[in-house]
């Protein structure tokens, strides 16, 4: 079997997979990146040095040996990319294309409305209906949001991204965490959709409950300062530090000592990659409705604590009922872990792929039980609190 991933470029998340693919079909299997990696997350630590990978081609260095691959491989998955002149040949010849995307909407379904964009997912999407086209729907919103434009009906996977996945013993996860101070964790970029400052508001409102904590905020950008001067009018110096931009390294080992991650993202986080690492990582997890991956990986209560996007109120509840509750804390910590062990980690998903390519080529296909290529089943973003939370 040829299978060809067509992407912008590969990246830490999408590795994991891939090696697990290449593992199965060897040179029958390629990803395809279609431009350089942005400065910005280069700095962050994202660069792979992709030319060490044996099965990445760049689209702008060989584009005659990667047009082929895109039309002649028996299947080819696409997404990350919104340039669709890539795919469209291959569409159009009726052969079989997983896609694989996050939101179509993600600030704001009210822009269904436009009559220019709703021509382009018609386009792009709707017109499909009936072809060997399937969607691997990159958070819990997707599928609503190409409800929205009647589009791959029962053909909605549940899917996402998969960071590598590190084995622990509990044992080793009690260690790490043995500490007198219950250490809280934030990390990403300091911009308005992942609302670090909610975070902080936090701190202040847990200080003044007389709680002992220390909070990282790792992560850098354009509310830096913002942020720091928050600090210091709150006078939450002893409690919250900053150590800048972190490698991705540096913070799986923030998060495999710290107790609690919070997770303050709006409905613009597609996926949210961390909140698979947190987990793997046995931190007990308070994480906003509104983030991509939460539909998919947490289980209020049982894995992980889940709050409405934006009430600061409950964020700071459920964020000192973990701090009260060092028992509460380790059960949801370790059954995050055991999520992410047993079913959202790049070895499941690949072969649950594997799986999936084999019964396309044979014109069928099943949707899992659970966990990835499960069904993506339409919940209204209006309705996903009370959902995630009855």
Request: hydrophobic fraction near 35%.
């Amino acid at each position: 079997m040829r299978v060809t991933f067509v992407s912008n470029y590969i990246n830490h998340h999408q590795i994991p997979v891939s090696e697990v693919l290449y593992e199965k079909w060897g040179e029958g299997y390629h990803f395809i990146q279609t431009e350089p990696m942005e400065e910005e997350r280069i700095q962050l630590g994202w660069d792979v040095n992709s030319c060490k990978l044996p099965y990445v081609l760049e689209y702008g260095k060989e584009p005659e040996t990667c047009r082929h691959l895109i039309m002649d491989s028996d299947i080819v998955i696409f997404g990350g990319t919104d340039d669709e002149s890539y795919i469209q040949e291959r569409l159009k010849a009726g052969k079989i294309v997983i896609r694989y995307s996050e939101r179509l909407y993600r600030e704001g379904q009210w822009k269904a409305i436009s009559p220019r964009g709703l021509r382009k997912k018609y386009l792009d999407h709707t017109r499909y209906g009936k072809a060997p086209v399937y969607l691997l729907c990159s958070g819990g919103y997707v599928a609503d949001d190409f409800n929205i434009i009647k589009a791959y009906k029962g053909k909605r996977f549940r899917w996402g991204y998969f960071t590598a996945f590190e084995e622990s013993s509990c044992e080793e996860r009690r260690k790490w965490k043995e500490s007198d101070c219950i250490r809280i964790l934030w990390a990403g970029r300091f911009i308005g959709l992942k609302h670090p400052e909610e975070a902080l508001q936090v701190a202040a409102n847990l200080k003044k409950k007389g709680i002992s904590f220390k909070l990282t905020m790792a992560g850098g950008g354009n509310m830096d300062s913002t942020l720091k001067e928050y600090v210091l009018k709150q006078g939450l110096e002893d409690c919250v530090e900053f150590p800048g931009f972190c490698k991705p390294s540096e913070i799986r080992m923030m998060m495999k000592t710290s107790h609690i991650f919070l997770f303050t993202s709006n409905y613009r986080e597609g996926w949210g990659a961390v909140l698979n690492e947190a987990m793997n990582s046995g931190c007990a997890v308070v994480a906003s409705h509104a983030i991509g991956a939460v539909p998919f990986l947490l289980k209020h209560e049982k894995n992980g604590l889940i709050y409405k996007s934006g009430d600061v109120a409950e964020l700071t509840a459920l964020t000192e009922k973990l701090c009260r509750d060092e028992e509460l804390r380790y059960k949801l910590g370790e059954a995050a872990y055991e999520t992410i062990a047993t079913e959202w980690n790049p070895v499941h998903a690949a072969k649950a792929l594997i799986d999936l390519c084999e019964e396309l080529l044979q014109g069928t296909f099943t949707f899992r039980e659970s966990g990835p290529l499960s069904e993506a089943k339409v919940i209204k973003q209006g309705k996903m609190y009370r959902y995630l939370r009855k």
